[in-house]
């Protein structure tokens, strides 16, 4: 099983719609949560981390539950230039870090 | 601003070649990491290296080995390129916080035909 799990999308919104990317992890040992942001052809960049009383970042909402292992992005107000694949990244120990294959977003006008 | 380099974007190699990817970065992180990324399958850990001359295996190191000398590089080494490692290898480094942001370099697109 994979250690974590997305939904590949793609997801077609319109520009200013609100739209919620959940992703989630296999080992309840998992200690630290993030979401990148990978341009298409560009290498992946951290959106923010997840922290788990949730934390908002403007427009970027990020939860984790913990009891059920899993973790959600949330976008208000999108934008075209939010279009991007939005990976789950989760460190179980250690400096390594699991990805998740990612979430395709494409914001149409 | 920070910077992770690659070597490459682009590599073509043959069947059998030795291969060496380099990276470099220049935010004095501790840590650097070598991932390849193939569609279906996502980002993958190939190796990683906590300190200078310390290597860790990750998910997949079979058919790859590295080389730390440097705190600010890290080399991957194929040392008998095959076909099935045609992909996009991506350069990563961090502090070694557990929280620690890890920052991309470019990736190498390599072909191995």
């Known amino acids: 099983r994979k250690e974590v799990e997305q939904d590949p999308g793609p997801f077609n919104v319109p520009e200013g719609a609100t739209v919620a990317f959940n992703c989630t992890y296999s080992?309840?040992?998992?200690?630290?949560f993030f979401w990148y942001r990978q341009d298409c052809r560009k290498e992946p960049k951290l959106l923010m981390s997840?922290?788990?009383s949730g934390n908002e970042d403007g427009r970027f909402t990020a939860q984790l539950n913990r009891a059920s292992q899993y973790i959600s992005l949330l976008i208000r107000d999108s934008k075209l230039s939010d279009s991007a694949t939005y990976l789950c990244?989760?460190?179980?120990?250690?400096?390594?870090?699991?990805f998740g294959k990612g979430t395709s977003l494409l914001v149409t006008p | 601003d920070v910077k992770v380099t690659q070597s490459s974007r682009y590599l073509v190699k043959r069947t059998g070649e030795k291969v060496f990817l380099e990276c470099v970065q220049d935010?004095?992180?501790?840590?650097m990491f070598w991932y390849r990324q193939d569609p279906g399958l996502g980002l993958r850990l190939i190796y990683f290296s906590y300190d200078v001359k310390m290597k860790e295996k990750g998910d997949i190191p079979e058919g790859y080995s590295v080389s730390r000398e440097k705190k600010e590089r890290f080399s991957l080494i194929l040392e008998s390129a095959s076909t099935n490692q045609t992909s996009m290898y991506l350069c990563a480094s961090s502090f070694p916080g557990q929280g620690s942001e890890q920052f991309f370099g470019p990736g190498t697109r390599l072909t191995v035909l």
């Open positions: 997840v922290y788990s």
């Open positions: 990244v989760v460190r179980i120990s250690g400096y390594a870090l699991n």
């Open positions: 080992n309840s040992a998992s200690q630290s």
């Open positions: 935010m004095d992180h501790e840590n």
